[in-house]
T-cell receptor, first 111, second 113 residues
Framework: GEDVEQSLFLSVREGDSSVINCTYT??????LYWYKQEPGAGLQLLTYIFSNMDMKQDQRLTVLLNKKDKHLSLRIADTQTGDSAIYFCAESITGGFKTIFGAGTRLFVKA | KAGVTQTPRYLIKTRGQQVTLSCSPI?????VSWYQQTPGQGLQFLFE???????NKGNFPGRFSGRQFSNSRSEMNVSTLELGDSALYLC????????????FGEGSWLTVV
């Protein structure tokens, strides 16, 4: 089946690293994504990783993929108050051109 | 390149009415998908259109329908509105080339009273 799971809340202090975790079920996923949603706005694509990669780094963002455990994580270094938002993990299902989203993790950054 | 554009941004409707939301995809993108976002249910897939044909459909009642035009612009319609239809409706477009990387619009906030 197709399912993406994330924890609902994460609270960190400004300057610390945030790690948001996600598990997915479809082993044929080709791309895995992280989106950010700020209040009142749509979802902004942050980064994505192809399923044959283990890691991708983009400035303060590091994505780790453990394909064996179907586990994806997003690490935000030096977390700032502007990073407070909901972060969605998503997987793209091969062949169906369908993207399945997790419920989103609400990140609170305390000053 | 302009992003995904959705209109209207905000609207209020009465139970029993119908509503039409519009979405213009990123230029060159032929796939448009629609999602409903509510606090309780999260992000739920409604349907996806590609080259004017519905390719995927989520688990929503027949009151929810959509269409896509030859210029890839899409509309979704909800008939006989219920209070539970109050939500943020998000449109996303894709070129269907890089997996299914989709780019979202800012959404249409629908309130049913």
């Amino acid at each position: 089946g197709e399912d993406v799971e994330q924890s609902l809340f994460l609270s960190v202090r400004e300057g610390d690293s945030s790690v948001i975790n996600c598990t997915y079920t479809d082993s044929s996923s080709t791309y895995l994504y992280w989106y950010k949603q700020e209040p009142g706005a749509g979802l902004q694509l942050l980064t994505y990783i192809f399923s044959n990669m283990d890691m991708k780094q983009d400035q303060r963002l590091t994505v780790l993929l453990n394909k064996k455990d179907k586990h994806l994580s997003l690490r935000i270094a030096d977390t700032q108050t502007g990073d407070s938002a909901i972060y969605f993990c998503a997987e793209s299902i091969t062949g169906g051109f369908k993207t399945i989203f997790g419920a989103g993790t609400r990140l609170f950054v305390k000053a | 390149k302009a992003g995904v554009t959705q209109t209207p941004r905000y609207l209020i409707k009465t139970r029993g009415q119908q509503v039409t939301l519009s979405c213009s995809p990123i230029s060159g993108h032929r796939s448009v998908s629609w999602y409903q976002q509510t606090p309780g249910q999260g992000l739920q897939f409604l349907f996806e259109y590609f080259s004017e044909t519905q390719r995927n459909k989520g688990n929503f009642p027949g009151r929810f329908s959509g269409r896509q035009f030859s210029n890839s612009r899409s509309e979704m319609n909800v008939s006989t509105l219920e209070l539970g239809d109050s939500a943020l409706y998000l449109c996303a477009s894709s070129d269907r080339v890089s997996g299914n990387t989709i780019y979202f619009g800012e959404g249409s906030w629908l309130t049913v009273v």
